[in-house]
């Protein structure tokens, strides 16, 4: 048995209830055979087995109260995988979905999305089944304020620096920094995404949808092709979804869809400039529902409990959460001729999916390299902070735009390197495993 058959056992075996960390851990490891064939120092030093434990496991209560005075119990946690390139860095979830499992999973993908951007930060992830939706203001307060309770003892500027997730947006990290600044009466870095005027960095809300266009380009101009003209099928309509759009329509590409947890929308006429900012006032100030675009804009069609994948596009851009490309919308794509694919969301697309698609040739950007902008702009606040300084939106996007060409050329060359030509996801693997091992090995035991 292979190495890295053993290894993955290992995890299996020890977690055997955690599905979503398992598919994670098997999509990296099985890319990596050719690297232990390289580098057998690795084997000796049980890289894989330290790399898929983490350093640190933190759960905790969170007590709240709600607006009917009804004390409310939630889990919250905080998992601290990997600090071998720098402090911990990930972003916190809020959505009844989250256990141990899914932080573990997206704590792991973390630590090799992060050594990609050529950041000094290691991997971590945090959350808790609360569900923000349908709480009020002070009921979101309260439990922030009750999750940083315990939270800030755990975290600091060079320690442990979260930022947001789903669920989790400006709102929510200003009343969990303005708990832990009255905690710990320190003012620093210690959460990013925080708003402009109070540490935070201009271009932050934008940049993982950003970041994914910019990926995006890199893969099309590598074949000679573009984004201008293209139609595009986005998921999700959050964060991520809406500056993915304005960045498509920047290049002059045509977005067709977008969607929530209820369905999708298809408009045939594209969602221009003016219809994408109705959808961002109707999610990030009314906190709608997508499926409210049909009535302002009746030339538009609502699917209710679908996913945008059997539409026809040339490219499609999964944006709101994992696995939801699976088999059917793979085998849409294909028979409906995409050309490309960049992941938005963490891990959206399924193994059984991406076997499909791989097959078919289509371009594909893998979500740890091509959904990267957001954490490399968190990087980018924290060094911002430090030097108690603010940039312009020019230069944070400059930077981003540079730092994401980067992750593409390091993918590509990984790749080639390993007699992988052109696949990017063998590629953003080897290009931030190999990063985060050297770093382990030279660090000694620990």
Excluded at 11 to 35: G, I, N, S, Y
Excluded at 84 to 90: L, N
Excluded at 177 to 187: D, E, I, M, P, S
Excluded at 215 to 232: P, Q, T, V
């Amino acid at each position: 048995m292979s190495y890295v058959k053993e290894a993955f056992d290992k995890v299996k075996l020890r977690d055997p209830e955690q599905p979503e960390f398992h598919q994670a851990v098997w999509e990296v490891l099985e890319t990596l055979e050719p690297v232990f064939e390289s580098h057998p120092e690795f084997k000796d030093a049980k890289i894989l087995e330290r790399l898929t434990e983490p350093e640190r496991i933190i759960t905790f209560r969170v007590p709240w109260v709600d607006d009917k005075g009804q004390v409310q119990v939630n889990r919250g946690m905080r998992v601290e995988f990997n600090s071998a390139i720098g402090p911990y860095k990930g972003g916190l979830r809020f959505h009844p979905s989250v256990n141990l499992g899914i932080i573990k999973f997206l704590g792991f993908e973390q630590i090799l999305k992060n050594a990609l951007t050529t950041r000094p930060i290691g991997g971590g992830k945090g959350g808790s089944d609360f569900d923000p939706k349908g709480k009020s203001d002070m009921e979101v307060m309260r439990f922030c304020q009750s999750f940083m309770n315990e939270l800030f003892r755990h975290i600091g500027a060079n320690v442990d620096v979260p930022a947001g997730d789903i669920g989790v947006g400006g709102r929510e990290i200003g009343y969990m920094f303005g708990q832990y600044k009255k905690l710990t009466r320190k003012w620093e870095g210690v959460l990013t995404g925080k708003g402009y005027g109070w540490g935070g960095s201009l271009i932050r809300p934008e940049a993982t949808g950003y970041g994914q266009v910019y990926f995006l380009r890199e893969m099309l101009a590598s074949k000679g092709d573009s984004i201008e003209g293209k139609k595009c099928a986005i998921s999700g309509s959050g964060n991520v979804a809406q500056y993915c759009a304005k960045k498509v329509l920047s290049y002059g590409g045509k977005v067709i869809t977008m969607s929530d947890s209820g369905g999708y929308i298809f408009d045939k006429d594209g969602i221009d400039e003016d219809k994408l900012a109705w959808i961002m006032d109707l999610k990030n100030n009314r906190r709608g529902r997508i499926k409210e675009y049909v009535s302002e804009y009746t030339g538009a069609v609502y699917h209710e409990g679908k996913r945008p994948w059997g539409e026809n596009c040339d490219i499609a851009l999964p944006s709101a959460t994992q696995n939801e490309i699976e088999e059917k919308g793979a085998k849409n794509l294909v028979k409906n001729g995409c050309l490309a694919i960049s992941e938005g969301a963490n891990m959206p697309t399924s193994p059984a999916a991406y076997g499909i698609l791989s097959k078919a040739g289509i371009l594909f950007g893998p979500a740890k390299a091509a959904n990267a902008g957001g954490v490399a702009v968190s990087a980018l606040e924290m060094s911002q902070n430090a030097a108690f300084d603010e940039w312009t939106s020019e230069k944070v996007d400059s930077k981003l735009d540079k730092i994401m060409t980067g992750i593409h050329q390091q993918c590509s060359d990984a790749a080639e390197e390993y007699n992988q030509k052109g696949d990017l996801v063998v590629g953003a693997n080897i290009a931030g495993f190999i990063k985060v091992a050297n770093a382990m090995m030279s660090q000694g035991v620990v």
